[in-house]
């Protein structure tokens, strides 16, 4: 590993340490709220929101992956236990017999409906009332551009793999 040619200034690292430090605190409340409304991990929430706001309740297993960044594996650890709990089914992709596609049930809708409002509450409580309505309009629009940025690389789940030779 290089180093780098250049040190972050003050501004700098504190909007970077600010940065980790919001994210970690806001996750941790929400982690808690989806575990006690909904017994949900975090992942698991995105995955099963993911799918509730998609027009036909379904996506394929890497879709899923790039939308959550999570690996391939971890995420099929993650809808195993969801389908076991009756909130997803999982099926070969009918487009690539290879895929798994993920499709949400009516109880997995009903879970987010469980979980949705504390959700909110939370989101409200620790990330959006603090701030002035000009200030979360920057905030999106920063952490959008950042976004954009940082997903303009593909995320690791939809590199391609490497084929084995036999």
């Given at each position: 590993?290089?180093?780098?040619?250049r040190s972050l200034d003050p501004t700098e690292l504190g909007a970077y340490f600010a940065l980790i430090e919001v994210s970690s605190l806001v996750r941790?409340?929400?982690?808690?709220?989806?575990?006690?409304?909904?017994?949900?991990?975090?992942?698991?929430?995105?995955?099963?929101?993911?799918?509730?706001?998609?027009?036909?309740?379904?996506?394929?297993?890497?879709?899923?992956?790039?939308?959550?960044?999570?690996?391939?594996?971890?995420?099929?650890?993650?809808?195993?236990?969801?389908?076991?709990?009756?909130?997803?089914?999982?099926?070969?992709?009918?487009?690539?017999?290879?895929?798994?596609?993920?499709?949400?049930?009516?109880?997995?809708?009903?879970?987010?409906?469980?979980?949705?409002?504390?959700?909110?509450?939370?989101?409200?409580?620790?990330?959006?009332?603090?701030?002035?309505?000009?200030?979360?309009?920057?905030?999106?629009?920063?952490?959008?551009?950042?976004?954009?940025?940082?997903r303009a690389a593909p995320p690791r789940s939809a590199a391609p793999r490497r084929r084995?030779?036999?």
């Amino acid at each position: 590993m290089t180093l780098p040619d250049r040190s972050l200034d003050p501004t700098e690292l504190g909007a970077y340490f600010a940065l980790i430090e919001v994210s970690s605190l806001v996750r941790h409340s929400v982690e808690q709220q989806l575990r006690d409304a909904g017994d949900l991990s975090y992942v698991q929430f995105q995955l099963l929101a993911t799918l509730g706001d998609s027009p036909d309740g379904s996506r394929r297993m890497t879709e899923l992956a790039d939308g959550v960044v999570y690996s391939r594996s971890g995420l099929t650890y993650q809808a195993q236990s969801l389908e076991q709990r009756g909130l997803v089914t999982r099926a070969p992709s009918v487009d690539d017999e290879r895929g798994t596609t993920v499709t949400i049930t009516d109880q997995g809708r009903g879970v987010l409906a469980a979980v949705f409002p504390g959700h909110i509450a939370v989101l409200d409580e620790l990330l959006f009332e603090p701030l002035e309505r000009a200030d979360v309009e920057a905030m999106a629009d920063v952490l959008g551009r950042l976004r954009d940025t940082l997903r303009a690389a593909p995320p690791r789940s939809a590199a391609p793999r490497r084929r084995t030779s036999k």
